[in-house]
């Protein structure tokens, strides 16, 4: 008697990872006309109930630091919108001797846009020309004007503020009206003037007007914990539910990818992925495949996706994929302000971010090392939280009257200063598949091997001395924890920890040293896409977020355009 | 119950049911976030109430951390100090969840008693202010332990409990409004600096 087999669902497209990346190819896929599944490791996001804007630290018994105050003084307190965190409980990752990595991974729909500062800068032309320019790493595929055509799409759609500038480093774009600045950024600017330092308003995918059915931003400046509203950019609030709106768009939370299965005819047919509720193996069956999983998750999964056909990995016949992994170069130091003591109390929220930053200004002459940094300020009179006057009960001592005096005349008068250069790619710096250690998915772990190289140590060290001048020229006590040596010379930080991770399957125009294509379309298999940063060649300095969209978005229209001439 | 209260959730859906027609993005109209804002605090908010029961201190342990709170951040003419502003509730609950803050501070406050019994025969508590000054002074300040290492493990519990009291007043009600921090609403703009005084 012949058996029935029932053929299962076949998606036109499987997206795995919710993110930037995500999020994108399922806005522009499904509107165009494909049947897209997506897949995110993480439980749904509902603002209603895990967004705590507005909400007072004394609102929260444990004031935002969670049980045992284990949140004083990380990344993410009670308050921040629930995004990911640097260790996963049974989701390990290891680093092998002698590095030092950190892996900021998110399990939740939006992934990591939902507490992503917004920062939403262009590449400039030259970033795209880099080996060309200084000989050192890469070029890429493609070039800005290839580019630009989708930034203007994305910053269309999401809404940045900013202005234009003309500054070469720093591309224009489709800019809201930035907001005005505070008093710490006045002050600043005011010392940069003073030193022909570029300090001009900061490009942030938050909303000064209403755009596209949103509202326009009210200043409460919490966008880290994410917004009712959506005045601020997420893919949760902002790419997904257009998505869902073509009816096109199916959603499975919770689902682990471990692999994507190969056909016979070495096209890629499924991903085996574990449904993590029922702690059981499931498969999704497509045509085609976009990874978005984040740059070193994508490159996890391609890696343990071995077959016969791919013995080291799928779509790595080049070996390239986990290489060339690089971080943006961070380095960090502060200030005390005498006159900001002399400020009446005043509203200084503004938007969740900096209102003014300094783009790369020392592009044309000659400096210690290659590539450049721009610089990230903040501070001022901020809704005070667990572990801000740590630093002005150690340098008061003592107790009493004089104590609760001190900290309030100096609330509000320190600005942090952080530096985010590019790092340019090292034979030393990469992550493989760990051969010990497996999550309790049975999926094994990445293993991440770590150097920084003598440019970015030279760079920090410029991060610093400029610190310093910036301070000292409008009148302020340079303060810096940064020592020549030791682990983080210059403070530098470690590898991962301004999670701008990269590289790990780059495009390039020769399969022998790259994976993907210049639309992001595996070489070795054209239905495989991969979509986030992992496709990145360089790392220039501009936080990675918008170019990830714009990749995904031009990746997206191409995989639209294969599939209307029947190519998928 | 004659009436029903209106859920947050009801709200919601109604505000977002008015955004979803004009929008296929699940948002609220700006006009009307600001209740949304307020109805989810107000359901958010944690209710405290009656007399707090230490989690961890001992009740005479606890009474010497209220005081030595208070001594740390005391009332002025401008606030209340730290124990109107519930920072011995706040570090009383922490410590109970974690063993390192049970060493520092439960271990600390062991310390201080045991220093005053050798010092005056009695424990902090049943010193007199000016023995409790002397003390505090002695512990209050880096330089007395590198002159007298026998004081360093108290100038190290010391300089916790001075940062966790900090935490407690500055993120209270009335410590925020002591330090005049006035954000956390909503704006229709951002109106920018008032004048900046020179350097």
């Not at chain 1, 779509?315 to 380095?331: E, F, I, K, Q, W």
């Not at chain 1, 293993?447 to 001048?469: G, L």
């Not at chain 2, 109106?191 to 350097?199: F, I, L, N, R, Y």
Request: charged share 20%; proline share 6%.
């Amino acid at each position: 008697m012949a058996q029935v087999v029932r053929s299962p669902k076949v998606y036109d497209v499987c997206i795995i990872g919710s993110g930037a990346a995500g999020g994108t190819a399922a806005k522009v896929l499904t509107e165009g006309g494909l049947n897209v599944v997506m897949l995110e490791a993480g439980p749904p996001l509902n603002p209603e109930k895990d967004f705590k804007e507005h909400m007072w630290p004394y609102q929260l018994p444990h004031r935002g630091v969670g049980v045992g105050g284990e949140h004083r003084h990380e990344l993410n307190d009670e308050f921040i919108a629930p995004n990911g965190a640097w260790e996963i409980e049974g989701e390990p990752y290891t680093a092998a001797a002698g590095s030092q990595f950190r892996w900021f991974r998110s399990r939740i729909v939006g992934g990591r846009t939902n507490h992503w500062g917004r920062i939403a800068l262009r590449f400039a032309p030259v970033d795209f020309r880099s080996r060309s320019t200084d000989g050192m790493g890469d070029d890429w595929p493609i070039t800005y004007e290839e580019v630009s055509p989708y930034y203007d799409k994305v910053e269309s759609y999401i809404g940045v503020f900013g202005s234009k500038e003309n500054i070469p480093s720093a591309p224009d774009g489709i800019f809201l009206p930035p907001p005005p600045p505070r008093c710490t950024e006045t002050i600043i600017k005011k010392a940069c003037d003073k030193l022909n330092i570029p300090c001009v308003p900061s490009r942030l995918a938050i909303l000064t007007r209403p755009l596209n059915g949103r509202a326009a931003c009210h200043y409460c400046a919490q966008c880290g914990r994410g917004c009712l509203t959506a005045s601020n950019f997420s893919s949760s609030q902002v790419m997904i539910p257009p998505a869902q709106a073509t009816g096109r768009f199916t959603l499975i939370t919770g689902a682990m990818a471990r692999e994507i299965v190969v056909g016979k005819d070495g096209k890629a047919e499924a991903v085996a992925y574990i449904d993590k509720a029922m702690r059981s193996e499931k498969r999704v069956h497509a045509r085609a495949f976009m990874v978005a999983a984040s740059a070193c998750e994508s490159a996890r999964l391609l890696l343990n996706s071995r077959s016969t056909l791919f013995p080291d990995g799928l779509a790595n016949s080049s070996g390239a994929v986990g290489r060339y992994l690089t971080d943006s170069v961070g380095s960090s130091a502060g200030g005390y302000f005498p006159q900001l003591e002399k400020m009446p109390p005043h509203n200084h929220d503004g938007v969740g971010g900096m209102h003014l930053y300094m783009p790369w200004w020392k592009y044309d002459r000659k400096n210690d090392f290659l590539r450049g940094y721009h610089i990230e300020f903040g501070g001022g009179r901020d809704m005070p939280g667990v572990g801000d006057f740590d630093r002005l009960c150690e340098e008061h001592e003592g107790y009493g009257a004089s104590l609760k005096q001190h900290c309030r005349s100096r609330y509000g008068t320190y600005i942090g200063f952080s530096g985010r250069g590019e790092m340019i790619p090292n034979e030393h710096s990469y992550c493989d598949i760990d051969p010990d250690t497996v999550d309790q998915w049975g999926i094994p772990v990445l293993r991440f091997h770590w150097q920084w190289s003598e440019n970015e140590i030279n760079m920090a060290k410029d991060m610093q001395e400029t610190f310093r001048s910036i301070v000292e020229a409008a009148g302020g006590t340079f303060i810096s924890k940064a020592k020549p040596e030791g682990r983080h010379p210059y403070g530098i930080e470690d590898g991962g920890v301004i999670i701008h991770e990269l590289g790990t399957a780059r495009m390039g125009s020769n399969p022998k040293t790259s994976v993907l294509n210049k639309y992001c379309q595996a070489h070795d298999v054209n239905n495989v896409f991969v979509t986030d940063a992992a496709a990145f060649v360089t790392n220039p300095d501009k936080n990675p977020t918008l170019t990830i969209m714009a990749l995904s978005w031009r990746a997206s229209e191409y995989l639209l355009d294969q599939a209307r001439k029947g190519s998928l | 119950m004659a009436t029903k209260s209106i859920s947050r959730r009801d709200i919601l859906k109604t505000l977002t049911m008015g955004a979803m027609a004009g929008s296929v993005l699940r948002v609220i109209p700006a006009q009307a976030a600001e209740y949304a804002h307020h109805m989810v605090a107000a359901e958010k908010a944690a209710t405290t109430t009656g007399v707090y029961t230490p989690k961890f201190f001992s009740p005479q342990q606890y009474k010497t951390l209220q005081t030595l709170c208070q001594a740390i951040i005391p009332v002025d003419t401008d606030s209340g100090g730290a124990k109107e502003a519930g920072a011995p509730e706040f570090i009383d609950l922490l410590t109970s969840e974690n063993p390192k803050y049970q060493l520092k501070l439960g271990g600390g406050l062991m310390w201080l008693d045991a220093q005053c019994t050798d010092r005056y025969g009695k424990a902090y508590l049943d010193c007199s202010p000016a023995q409790q000054k002397e003390i505090l002074d002695l512990i209050a300040y880096c330089k007395n332990a590198e002159k007298d290492p026998g004081l360093s493990q108290g100038v190290e519990f010391f300089a916790f409990l001075r940062e966790m009291t900090a935490d407690g007043f500055f993120t209270s009600e009335i410590g925020i409004k002591y330090l005049g921090y006035v954000g956390n609403t909503y704006l229709l703009t951002f109106p920018g600096c008032p004048s900046v005084p020179e350097a």
